[in-house]
């Protein structure tokens, strides 16, 4: 009996229906899910021919770059999430380093006038499913969101 019941299980266990997977290189799908869950995003490519996605949360504008593409700009392996603020009088570096210092999620840097970048990495290598991608983007909005208040956007 207790033979029957694991051969059961392993069978069934054989029968579950696969997950989709979302993969640095599969732009519709990604795209899918942005408007799955509610956001309007666009496919755009950046200066060297890998894809790119622009959006808006929020109101604030942001892309998606891919990364580690290849030369047919396909199998790519990561993406990071990217927005600009364009500040009055620009972020100081103690700024900076206290918000990378103390969050564990989004990078920011400035650029030639201190004005303030966020990015946020992440590795699609294996894939992921269509729920932790849009947890992914859920995580974007809420770093965002968190950096918009601690420069005061």
Known sequence: MIRKTILA???????VPAVAEI????VQS????FQSEGYLVSQTFDSTG????????DGTPYRVLFYGCGDNHDACTTIQFKAGYDLTSGM????????????RF???????????FIEYNVNLFGGVTDTNFADT???WRVVM?????????
């Open 30 to 33: 990604m795209m899918r899910v």
């Open 9 to 15: 299980l392993g069978v069934s266990m054989l029968a």
């Open 50 to 57: 890998d894809p790119m996605l622009e959006g808006k949360i």
């Open 92 to 103: 100081s570096l103690d700024r900076v380093n206290a918000w990378n210092r103390d969050k």
């Open 137 to 139: 983007i859920d995580w």
């Open 106 to 116: 989004g990078k920011v840097y400035l650029d030639d006038e201190m004005d303030p």
């Open 145 to 153: 969101g968190e950096f918009e208040k601690y420069i005061g956007w």
């Open 23 to 26: 993969h640095a290189n599969d």
